[in-house]
């Protein structure tokens, strides 16, 4: 079993960056797909960016796409979320996701794809 712990949110202007980071605990990281996902007030969570266990697959939504870019670090067991380019529309929480994925390449892009999920981070673009 994983526990993740994302950190790294906070309050910027618009066009500003942030790196989120998502830390795991537990046995063989290296084993699980990772996946960011946000959650806006009073709208459903959604996909923003997920990664293969190789990191060699990549997968974004149109709306962040070119702007965040997923990267791990299996040496660190950290997963981290790069958000360049920022908008008010990508203010949000924003949640880290893992699955055991018997699949090298593989990545993940639907909610109930994964089973272990962190608390959150907040993430407020100021206009």
């Known amino acids: 079993q994983v526990q993740l712990v994302e950190s790294g949110g906070g309050l910027v202007k618009a066009g500003g960056s942030l790196r989120l980071s998502c830390a795991a605990s537990?046995?063989?990281?290296?084993?699980?797909?990772m996946g960011w996902f946000r959650q806006a007030p009073g709208k459903e969570r959604q996909f923003v960016a997920s990664?293969?266990?190789?990191?060699?697959?990549?997968s974004y939504p149109d709306s962040v796409k070119g702007r965040f870019t997923i990267s791990r670090d299996n040496a660190k067991n950290t997963v981290y979320l790069q958000m360049d380019g920022l908008k008010p529309e990508d203010t949000a929480t924003y949640y880290c996701?893992?699955?055991?994925?018997?699949?090298?390449?593989?990545?993940?892009?639907?909610?109930?794809?994964?089973?272990?999920w962190g608390q959150g981070t907040q993430v407020t673009v100021s206009s």
């Open positions: 996701a893992a699955r055991l994925s018997f699949s090298v390449n593989r990545y993940y892009t639907e909610i109930g794809d994964y089973n272990y």
């Open positions: 990664m293969s266990r190789s990191a060699e697959s990549v």
């Open positions: 537990g046995p063989s990281f290296s084993m699980y797909a």
